[in-house]
């Protein structure tokens, strides 16, 4: 099983951007599918995209519009999602999680990390 730390977020202005990383511990990294999620104050936490354990498959929110990108190096035990042009909409604690296959649903990912903050000021 892996456990996974988040890192990256903070404060940004509109239109700016932000490399969001999720660091995995454990060898069999590269098994599991990784999403993003995150939760704004108030609001159930909602999926922003996911990566299969290959780094082939890559699934988005449709809110995206092409603004976000993840990748993932199974080398260094990492995913990250690269975020630009953001808007206040997009202030939330981004949560990694992992799992077994490539879904949206929040219900398999069996670990997730602690959170990292992202706030975009206007």
């Known amino acids: 099983q892996v456990q996974l730390v988040e890192s990256g977020g903070g404060l940004v202005q509109v239109g700016g951007s932000l490399r969001l990383s999720c660091a995995a511990s454990?060898?069999?990294?590269?098994?599991?599918?990784v999403g993003w999620f995150r939760q704004a104050p108030g609001k159930e936490r909602e999926f922003v995209a996911a990566?299969?354990?290959?780094?082939?498959?890559?699934e988005y929110a449709d809110f995206m519009r092409g603004r976000f990108t993840i990748s993932r190096d199974n080398s260094e035990n990492t995913v990250i999602l690269t975020m630009t042009s953001l808007n206040p909409e997009d202030t939330a604690v981004y949560y990694c999680?992992?799992?077994?296959?490539?879904?949206?649903?929040?219900?398999?990912?069996?670990?997730w990390g602690q959170g990292t903050q992202v706030t975009v000021s206007s």
């Open positions: 999680a992992a799992s077994r296959s490539l879904t949206r649903r929040r219900i398999f990912y069996e670990t």
């Open positions: 454990g060898r069999t990294f590269s098994k599991y599918a």
């Open positions: 990566l299969s354990g290959d780094g082939f498959t890559a």
